[in-house]
Each structure stands twice: as structure tokens, then as C-alpha cells.
């Protein structure tokens, strides 16, 4: 995972951990662990048992046409094992429909390499980004198709209306999510949190309390890390969503609202009781701002740990099983990041959209195939991907974690937004020392609440917002 693989949200959920609210006593191990017993997800919903009829259902997916002689061209960022893993979803469309599928791999220059083909030829009939902003504008330069109404259906049929909304411009729908990331997924090293005699929190409220009770046991409570400023607009977009809601999110996303807003000013307040407190975090303020995200999820469960817990997506659980001994679902859990506000059931993610270059009948019938759970199943056994297609059988997911995954994700209908600085310009907010990862990381510093939303607000107003 690169630096900012957060940017491009496609990071390999290589490992997940089993959720500290639902799977509780739950041994597990590596890529996604199993346990047997019935759960509820991280998000407090109790996961669905998944029925003979609906997986049957799932398994013989969508009437797709006959499609022999027809070639489709993919582009999308992976390559190594996800690459191979998706292959496993382009041989079951093959198969389906007779279509030969060839793909490209072009990593986080994929909207680039995308751009470039559409301006030169050659543009691929498929194309899978994370950065709905590039899809917008894709869409607005009529350089993309509308999907077709049999996409359209099969969307209907599987996707809360939220995710129709994310891939809508201008009152058409151009993109799907086909695989998506929870990044509302806290860490913690349950060793630490059974020497305080704390258990996972469910609201700020309580997650401060935990807080003091973790350094009053004389253990330090939170890892930050600050070194990578995109984990901070993470931190903000949590508290935000929960405290602000979610309309009020979609505004600050296209700064249809200005981040001098009080909502903005409510929410660094918020984020001052945790970042204000250098007793609260491993290094204090210095310490996080020199920590790199990897390093704040090593140092919270070798040994000795420095910090009891961590926040950061579900892509966290590679960076512990490759960098620590920790034993997932026994030494390192999971929760939903603490509600901050009235919104309880969020999550904030991100994931790749399928979009079309042209509205051929083999184009389509791919998408329309990506929308179906047939194709989210093809890759769900190998793990690592959590899909938020409501219809794919939970049992479909290879353990415990990665259905408690799964079903947070789903159960939070629209109560999912997608990343905030992955919809801005990048001048604002995907370029390090500049922008909201420079503003962020000076408010831990200093914390100056109303200067940092005005510094917020002029780095936002020198950019060109969709």
C-alpha cells in the first residue's frame, strides 16, 4: 500500500479484524478470520443469515446476452493479487456471455491514462476509478455514456439509493461502485483496553472517557498518524458526517457551503478534545505530527505498544499482520469510529465506480454484470474486497471480519459518504504540505479552531470545485 493509496482508495484489504462490537472472544487469523458463530457488524446491526433461495438467486445473476466475437477492453488500477482476483470476475462474465475481456492495469495514473486515451483513441469500453470528481468530469465533457436501462435496473435491484446518487451527474447515472473501502474502522490492541477495564466506545463521549481511563491506568490511549496529513482530513471527515450529517457533508464536499461554516468550526472543536490533550496521544502533538500512518498502526500492537488504539481504514489490518506479531481477533479488534453526533449508523469509504466509454451492447452488459452479485461473489471468496451490493450473501465472505466488514457497509444505507478530500481538487485536498493535509496538520499543532477553518476556507477558494 502506497503512502496515499488513500487517495486512490483501491488499497488491498489484504487483512481485516474482527470487529470489537460484533465478534467479541472471536479467535481469527490472517486474511479475514473465521469464527462460526452468528454476528453483528461493527455498526451494531446484527449480520443477516443468508438463505438457499438468495444465494441461488445471486449465483444465477443477470440474463446477459450472447456476446461471442465481441471484445470488451478494462482499465483499472490493480495489478498483483487484486489483479488476479478480478480476473476471477472477468472469466465468470467470459463464461456467461462468451465475450473475450482483455485488461490493463495502470495504478494511480488510471483517471490520466483514462484522459489520455479518450483525447487520443484507443479509449478502453470499461473503466474502474475511485476519484468521483474525475468521473463528473468525464461526464460533464460528454466524454462517458450514460449507463443503459438494464444497468439501471440491475443498480435498482442491488444498491441503496445513495450509491445511484454518488454515480449521478446532472440527472444521469454514468458509474456503479463495484468494490469498496470502510475507512470508519477504529483499531485497538485489546490487551490494553483489558488492563483499563475499558470496552470499545460507541460515541465521543465515551471514547474520551476511555481515553482517561487508559491514562489513568498510565497507558497512552490514541496513535496518530500525523507525518501523513491525508489521515487527518480521515479524522475530520468521521466527526464531521456523524455531527454535521450527511446533507451537510455533500455541501462541504463541493464547497457549496464555505469551511468557515459552523459545522466545520463544531467539528474542529471536537477534534481539539482528543488533539488538544497531549496526555492522550502516543508522542503528544510532536509525536503524532512526526508518526507516518504505517508507523501509528505498528507502534499500537508490537511490544511494548505505544498507544492503546488507532484509527484508520480497513486496509490497517495488512500494515499489523506484516508488521507486528499481534494475532487478529485476539490481540487486535476493531469498532465503528465513535459517533460524534446524532448520525450514528456511517460510514465514510471509498471504492472504484465502473463507468462507460461508449454505450455498445457488450459494454453495458459488463457493467450491468459488475452491478450484479454474481460478479461481487467471483471476487469475494478470495477476500480482501467487501462489496456494497446488498444482495451478496454474506456467506459469500470468507470469515467473520470480512462480512462484519460487509455489513457495516451495507447497513449504513445513506448513511455512506464517500472520502470528502478524494471528491476535492487535489490542490485542496490530496497534495501533501499543502492544502486541507497542511491545514489539518497545523490545527494539531496549534490548535487555533477558527483560524484553522479560515485557513480551510482560503486554500478551498483557490480552487476550481465540481
Same mark, same amino acid.
Given at each position: 500500500?502506497?503512502?496515499?493509496?488513500?487517495?486512490?482508495?483501491?488499497?488491498?484489504?489484504?487483512?481485516?479484524?474482527?470487529?470489537?462490537?460484533?465478534?467479541?472472544?472471536?479467535?481469527?487469523?490472517?486474511?479475514?478470520?473465521?469464527?462460526?458463530?452468528?454476528?453483528?457488524?461493527?455498526?451494531?446491526?446484527?449480520?443477516?443469515?443468508?438463505?438457499?433461495?438468495?444465494?441461488?438467486?445471486?449465483?444465477?445473476?443477470?440474463?446477459?446476452?450472447?456476446?461471442?466475437?465481441?471484445?470488451?477492453?478494462?482499465?483499472?488500477?490493480?495489478?498483483?493479487?487484486?489483479?488476479?482476483?478480478?480476473?476471477?470476475?472477468?472469466?465468470? =462474465?467470459?463464461?456467461?456471455?462468451?465475450?473475450?475481456?482483455?485488461?490493463?492495469? /495502470?495504478?494511480?495514473?488510471?483517471?490520466?491514462?483514462?484522459?489520455?486515451? *479518450?483525447?487520443? &483513441?484507443?479509449?478502453?469500453?470499461?473503466?474502474?476509478?475511485?476519484?468521483?470528481?474525475?468521473?463528473?468530469?468525464?461526464?460533464?465533457?460528454?466524454?462517458?455514456?450514460?449507463?443503459?436501462?438494464?444497468?439501471?435496473?440491475?443498480?435498482?435491484?442491488?444498491?441503496?439509493?445513495?450509491?445511484?446518487?454518488?454515480?449521478?451527474?446532472? &440527472?444521469?447515472?454514468?458509474?456503479?461502485?463495484?468494490?469498496?473501502?470502510?475507512?470508519?474502522?477504529?483499531?485497538?490492541?485489546?490487551?490494553?483496553?483489558?488492563?483499563?477495564?475499558?470496552?470499545?466506545?460507541?460515541?465521543?463521549?465515551?471514547?474520551?472517557?476511555?481515553?482517561?481511563?487508559?491514562?489513568?491506568? &498510565?497507558?497512552?490511549?490514541?496513535?496518530?498518524?500525523?507525518?501523513?496529513?491525508?489521515?487527518?482530513?480521515?479524522?475530520?471527515?468521521?466527526?464531521?458526517?456523524?455531527?454535521?450529517?450527511?446533507?451537510?457533508?455533500?455541501?462541504?464536499?463541493?464547497?457549496?457551503?464555505?469551511?468557515?461554516?459552523?459545522?466545520?468550526?463544531?467539528?474542529?472543536?471536537?477534534?481539539?478534545?482528543?488533539?488538544?490533550?497531549?496526555?492522550? @496521544?502516543?508522542?503528544?502533538?510532536?509525536?503524532?505530527?512526526?508518526?507516518?500512518?504505517?508507523?501509528?498502526?505498528?507502534?499500537? =500492537?508490537?511490544?511494548?505498544?505505544?498507544?492503546? @488504539?488507532?484509527?484508520?481504514?480497513?486496509?490497517? &489490518?495488512?500494515?499489523?499482520?506484516?508488521?507486528?506479531?499481534?494475532?487478529? %481477533?485476539?490481540?487486535?479488534?476493531? =469498532?465503528?469510529?465513535?459517533?460524534?453526533?446524532?448520525?450514528?449508523?456511517?460510514?465514510?469509504?471509498?471504492?472504484?465506480?465502473?463507468?462507460?466509454?461508449?454505450?455498445?451492447?457488450?459494454?453495458? /452488459?459488463?457493467?450491468?454484470?459488475?452491478?450484479?452479485?454474481?460478479?461481487? #461473489?467471483?471476487?469475494?471468496?478470495?477476500?480482501?474486497?467487501?462489496?456494497?451490493?446488498?444482495?451478496?450473501? @454474506?456467506?459469500?465472505?470468507?470469515?467473520?471480519?470480512?462480512?462484519? #466488514?460487509?455489513? @457495516?457497509?451495507?447497513?449504513?444505507?445513506?448513511? =455512506?459518504?464517500?472520502?470528502?478530500?478524494?471528491?476535492?481538487?487535489? %490542490?485542496?485536498?490530496?497534495?501533501?504540505?499543502?492544502? #486541507?493535509?497542511?491545514? *489539518?496538520?497545523?490545527?494539531?499543532?496549534?490548535?487555533?479552531?477558527?483560524?484553522?477553518? /479560515?485557513?480551510? #476556507?482560503?486554500?478551498?477558494?483557490?480552487?476550481?470545485?465540481?
Amino acid at each position: 500500500m502506497g503512502a496515499r493509496s488513500h487517495r486512490s482508495v483501491t488499497v488491498v484489504i489484504a487483512v481485516g479484524l474482527v470487529s470489537g462490537l460484533a465478534l467479541a472472544g472471536c479467535s481469527s487469523s490472517s486474511s479475514k478470520p473465521s469464527a462460526g458463530a452468528s454476528t453483528s457488524s461493527a455498526a451494531g446491526t446484527s449480520a443477516p443469515s443468508t438463505s438457499a433461495a438468495s444465494s441461488s438467486a445471486a449465483a444465477a445473476g443477470p440474463a446477459l446476452p450472447d456476446l461471442s466475437g465481441k471484445s470488451i477492453q478494462v482499465l483499472a488500477e490493480w495489478s498483483g493479487q487484486e489483479q488476479q482476483d478480478f480476473q476471477k470476475v472477468i472469466d465468470a =462474465f467470459t463464461a456467461k456471455t462468451h465475450a473475450k475481456v482483455s485488461y490493463q492495469g /495502470a495504478g494511480d495514473q488510471t483517471p490520466t491514462v483514462l484522459r489520455s486515451k *479518450l483525447a487520443g &483513441g484507443g479509449a478502453p469500453d470499461v473503466a474502474l476509478l475511485a476519484q468521483p470528481g474525475a468521473i463528473a468530469q468525464f461526464a460533464k465533457a460528454g466524454q462517458i455514456k450514460p449507463l443503459g436501462a438494464n444497468v439501471l435496473s440491475e443498480i435498482d435491484a442491488n444498491y441503496d439509493p445513495s450509491w445511484k446518487k454518488l454515480g449521478t451527474v446532472n &440527472g444521469q447515472v454514468y458509474s456503479i461502485m463495484f468494490k469498496a473501502a470502510n475507512k470508519s474502522t477504529f483499531w485497538y490492541n485489546t490487551a490494553q483496553f483489558s488492563q483499563a477495564g475499558i470496552t470499545p466506545p460507541k460515541t465521543w463521549a465515551d471514547f474520551l472517557k476511555d481515553c482517561q481511563a487508559l491514562s489513568d491506568a &498510565g497507558i497512552t490511549p490514541v496513535s496518530i498518524g500525523g507525518a501523513d496529513g491525508w489521515t487527518l482530513t480521515d479524522w475530520f471527515e468521521n466527526v464531521y458526517l456523524s455531527q454535521a450529517g450527511a446533507d451537510n457533508y455533500d455541501k462541504l464536499a463541493h464547497h457549496q457551503i464555505p469551511w468557515t461554516d459552523p459545522t466545520v468550526v463544531q467539528a474542529l472543536t471536537t477534534m481539539k478534545q482528543l488533539f488538544g490533550n497531549d496526555q492522550f @496521544m502516543a508522542g503528544g502533538k510532536a509525536g503524532a505530527l512526526q508518526t507516518s500512518f504505517n508507523d501509528s498502526v505498528t507502534q499500537t =500492537f508490537k511490544s511494548p505498544p505505544k498507544g492503546a @488504539m488507532v484509527y484508520e481504514g480497513d486496509f490497517s &489490518g495488512s500494515v499489523i499482520t506484516s508488521t507486528t506479531s499481534a494475532k487478529l %481477533g485476539t490481540d487486535a479488534k476493531f =469498532f465503528a469510529f465513535p459517533a460524534a453526533g446524532s448520525l450514528t449508523n456511517f460510514v465514510d469509504g471509498g471504492g472504484d465506480a465502473a463507468l462507460a466509454t461508449n454505450d455498445n451492447p457488450a459494454t453495458m /452488459a459488463f457493467i450491468q454484470f459488475l452491478a450484479s452479485p454474481e460478479a461481487a #461473489e467471483a471476487w469475494a471468496s478470495a477476500g480482501g474486497f467487501v462489496s456494497p451490493n446488498k444482495n451478496v450473501p @454474506m456467506s459469500s465472505y470468507p470469515d467473520d471480519t470480512t462480512r462484519a #466488514e460487509a455489513q @457495516m457497509l451495507v447497513s449504513a444505507g445513506d448513511g =455512506f459518504r464517500f472520502d470528502m478530500s478524494d471528491q476535492a481538487p487535489v %490542490g485542496f485536498g490530496g497534495t501533501k504540505g499543502a492544502g #486541507e493535509w497542511k491545514d *489539518l496538520q497545523d490545527f494539531l499543532s496549534n490548535g487555533d479552531v477558527n483560524g484553522t477553518a /479560515a485557513q480551510l #476556507e482560503k486554500d478551498a477558494a483557490k480552487e476550481t470545485w465540481q
